[in-house]
């Protein structure tokens, strides 16, 4: 997929030559190359893919066209939709999936590989993308798509949902240590200054302004939740309405209650309010996208905005989804892999401890000989760089995520998709486009991930409060 991405890459290139001239054609060409073959390119890159083939599949579900045999009409637009998303979705999983395999197969101890495998090849990789297509299309068959769609594609699908959760948790938090930090940070150096600093109001405004901000929005959304689609006969509305607002206040309190700051003195509303304002949201998105069988979604009825909201809220749910997807596939919380300060999670206790000892106990030993004249003051300087050059050494070489596990969640983020598209999908009156998730199925999907985000985000509050040997919270 990273080569149909790279082709008007390289025309924009060419297009600096005839317009802006050598020397400044020269620098787009090296931004081009450097985003095909870095790291971060090439994410983009598997990302902008994902993208492309969930557009693609999304405006093939509305055709009744096939994409094998574009002059041919389906008998059901429908069916035929729904085959072109299946064989889609499948190809770009298995895509993944055999990138994964390469991977694997390469030596653990030849990085180097893996990251040029991973980067770059992309001429190769859209060769083999087309040969899978190709296959699908022509030799794979109904029966084996429908049979992977219900024992593969679906509990697929509902892992990477989950991961999905674990990610706004993880955001909630980090979000809150960090504004904690800067703001620890500034009154320690405050010391001198008479007067609060722009950078230390700044972290705190964030920090109280964003919780104030998030619970005033989420109030808002229960408000319009309630006044528009929780009417008497609307039971799966009121319900989905009455149980988010209890474990609004269940997990508020909890993240204020003494026993959990005991225990955990950095949780409190500002986590709280992230997830309120997430899982509320969820629930207004399923209220919204519900079918209009039981007269309980008063804005499928509003016929003027109906297709530039089905067009702009598909395309929002498909980038959303690539989003989570690249975000998932480099988080840290998902590898193996992680940065120095945290490698004695994986390695053993006190290896990292006895090194940074040695390079210290070096470095004294240099300045001692230092002062008392029997080495020149450049060999202290020798040796920081020799240090330097080490570290930036181990950092070219190792990987900053595990490749494995991106092409992993890549496949798990497919298989979601095919289902978002093709679960009780019924061609309403709404022009040429078939919505995004205008299911009952898709509507409990969100009504029952927000459930489970508020068990997650309570977990992590009494999760320390009872095994307190695995958690070490200090501000």
């Known amino acids: 997929m990273g080569l149909i991405v790279s082709l008007p890459l390289n025309a924009a290139s060419s297009l600096a030559s005839s317009f802006l001239g050598a020397s400044a054609s020269s620098m787009v060409k090296s931004v081009v190359s450097n985003l095909q073959t870095s790291s971060l390119g ?13 557009i693609v599949s999304w405006i093939s579900l509305s055709s009744n066209h096939t994409l094998w045999n574009p002059l041919k009409t389906c008998i059901s637009g429908i069916e035929c939709g729904v085959s072109t998303v299946y064989r889609l979705n499948f190809t770009l999983g298995l895509y993944h999936i055999l990138l994964m395999f390469v991977l694997l197969g390469v030596n653990e101890g030849n990085l180097q590989l893996q990251t040029k495998i991973q980067n770059s090849y992309w001429g190769s990789k859209i060769i083999l993308y087309f040969i899978l297509l190709f296959i699908s ?4 068959g109904n029966e084996f798509l429908l049979w992977f769609s219900k024992f593969i594609s679906l509990p697929s699908g509902s892992i990477f949902v989950f991961i999905g959760l674990v990610l706004l948790i993880d955001f909630a938090h980090e979000y809150t240590e960090t504004c904690l930090r800067h703001i620890k940070e500034e009154e320690e150096n405050q010391e001198a200054y008479e007067e609060e600093t722009l950078s230390l109001k700044f972290w705190k405004r964030l920090l109280v302004g964003g919780t104030i901000g998030m619970y005033v929005c989420t109030i808002i959304m229960i408000i319009i939740e ?16 009455a149980i988010n607002l209890l474990f609004l206040i269940a997990t508020s309190i909890m993240a204020i209650h003494p026993v959990v700051q005991e225990y955990n003195p950095k949780s409190g ?17 399923a209220m919204a996208g519900e079918p209009d069988d039981r007269n309980c979604n008063p ?29 998932a596939a480099g988080n840290s919380i998902f590898n193996v892999q992680d940065d120095g300060s945290n490698q004695d999670i994986y390695l053993g206790e006190g290896d990292d401890i006895d090194a940074d000892e040695r390079k210290e106990m070096r470095r004294k030993a240099i300045q001692s000989a230092i ?55 019924k061609q309403l009156d709404n022009g040429d486009f078939i919505p995004v998730g205008r299911t009952y ?14 068990i997650l985000y309570g977990w992590s509050l009494v999760a320390p409060c009872i095994m307190e040997e695995n958690f070490n919270y200090s501000i």
């Open 299 to 327: 804005l499928v009825r509003s016929a003027g905005t109906r297709r530039a909201s089905i067009i702009l809220g598909s395309i929002f749910t498909i980038a959303a989804i690539v989003y989570t997807t690249l975000r």
């Open 441 to 454: 199925f898709y509507s409990w999907v969100k009504i029952v991930s927000s459930w489970l985000c508020y």
């Open 269 to 285: 509303l500002s986590q709280a309010s992230v997830v309120s304002i997430y899982s509320t949201y969820l629930v207004f998105s």
């Open 371 to 425: 002062d008392e004249g029997s080495l020149p003051d450049s060999a202290l300087d020798e040796f920081l760089v020799d240090e330097e050059e080490e570290i930036l050494k181990a950092a070219q070489e190792k990987p900053n995520y595990n490749y494995i596990l991106f092409h992993v969640i890549f496949f798990l983020a497919t298989q979601w998709i095919s289902m978002l598209l093709t679960i009780n999908v």
């Open 42 to 54: 090439a994410r983009i890159l598997y990302a902008v893919g994902l993208l492309l083939n969930s």
């Open 137 to 140: 299309f022509k030799w794979v």
């Open 226 to 241: 309630y006044a528009i689609f929780c009417k008497n006969h609307c039971g799966m509305n009121i319900v989905a309405w």
